[in-house]
């Protein structure tokens, strides 16, 4: 039961340069979502999905782009990265019932 | 505003002693809390829930209460062996239509041996 599958793990960017990374969850959850963690910070909502075909901003949304084409794949676009978006950033599903998130193992992202 | 504050921010016990971390929090309306652990390089992972009506619930070593009267639970580690080692957030989910989830900072727990 692979439950939700983040990658890459680790990766180091130059500013101004594109990526995305890739959430895939194996658990039918409509709700979907990614999560920056920074210290001192917590975690933060960065984007979230309620079902294939919508998405919505949450707490810090900018610089991030997201799309739901399929309820199992939430990929997380940064179009320009910048050294402020070096963090680790989570992806998580949830049931809209309970509201228990399963989290991704996590992505390093360094942005110099 | 609806927020969650945890204490402390950091502790160090020794393996074998007890420890209780603290979740204060002012969101309305409430649906459940969440304890997660946060193992190092890893990902949360929920220990345990807790609804309005629950006052305590234990999952092995890990006892969770709530008063939801004065809004604060916590999450008491009886005997703590080095595994316990690790970040424990509280979350807190509100009833209202979008079930938001509200997150503290965590605490940063350090048993040594």
């Known amino acids: 039961n692979a439950g939700v599958t983040q990658t890459p793990k680790f990766q180091v960017l130059k500013t101004g340069q594109s990526m995305t990374l890739q959430c895939a969850q194996d658990?039918?959850?409509?709700?979907m979502s990614w999560y920056r963690q920074d210290p001192g910070m917590g975690l933060r909502l960065i984007h979230y999905s309620v079902g294939a075909g919508i998405t919505d901003q949450g707490e810090v949304p900018n610089g991030y782009n997201v799309s739901r084409s399929t309820t199992e794949d939430f990929p997380l676009r940064l179009l320009s990265a910048a050294p402020s978006q070096t963090s680790v950033y989570f992806c998580?599903?949830?049931?809209?019932?309970?509201?228990?998130?399963?989290f991704g193992e996590g992505s390093r992202l360094t942005v110099l | 505003k609806n927020q969650v504050e945890q204490s402390p921010q950091s502790l160090i016990i020794l393996e074998g002693k007890n420890c209780t971390l603290q979740?204060?929090?002012?969101?309305?309306?409430?649906?459940?809390l969440r304890w997660y652990k946060q193992d190092t390089g890893r990902g949360p992972v929920s220990l345990t829930i807790m609804t309005f009506s629950e006052n305590t619930k234990s999952n092995g070593r890990y006892t969770a209460t709530l008063d939801a009267d004065t809004k604060q639970s916590s999450l008491h580690i009886t005997a703590s062996q080095l595994s316990d080692s690790a970040s424990y957030i509280c979350?807190?989910?509100?009833?209202?239509?979008?079930?938001?989830?509200?997150f503290g900072k965590g605490t940063k727990l350090s048993v040594k041996p």
């Open positions: 658990m039918n959850h409509e709700y």
């Open positions: 998580a599903s949830r049931t809209s019932i309970t509201g228990e998130l399963f």
């Open positions: 979350v807190v989910k509100s009833s209202g239509s979008q079930g938001n989830l509200i």
């Open positions: 979740c204060n929090y002012t969101v309305s309306p409430f649906s459940n």
